[in-house]
Nanobody
């Protein structure tokens, strides 16, 4: 079992930054695929970013087109934590952000990472609100 706890959400003005954290417990996630998804009111949950476990060439990261160049996913294995650094935030980034994990996999293709059903464990979510 893996427990995921997100934190770092809040209210920020457009153009501002936030860093979300996803602390894992119950199992080491250093070799796991980790992802961030978000869900806005009235919309389906959508992919934001994912990071693979460490491979021979390092971790691989994937991003949704809507956040590429603004968001960065990274991990601190010593803290068993994955982060989502969000810069240049826009009102359309407003959503509940969820962390997800697949401890049984160390690599995903981009298409696999974008699919929420690929992940086995989810956090409770943290609200991000961007005001215009």
């Amino acid at each position: 079992q893996v427990q995921l706890v997100e934190s770092g959400g809040g209210l920020v003005q457009a153009g501002g930054s936030l860093r979300l954290s996803c602390a894992a417990s119950g199992r080491t996630i250093s070799r796991s695929v980790m992802g961030w998804f978000r869900q806005a009111p009235g919309k389906e949950r959508e992919f934001v970013a994912a990071i693979t476990g460490i491979t021979w060439s390092g971790s691989i990261t994937y991003y949704a087109d809507s956040v590429k160049g603004r968001f960065t996913i990274f991990r601190d294995n010593a803290k068993n934590t994955v982060y989502l650094q969000m810069n240049s935030l826009k009102p359309e980034d407003t959503a509940v952000y969820y962390c997800a994990a697949d401890p049984g996999s160390s690599y995903y293709s981009r298409d696999h990472a974008r699919n929420s059903t690929s992940f086995d464990y989810w956090g409770q979510g943290t609200q991000v609100t961007v005001s215009s």
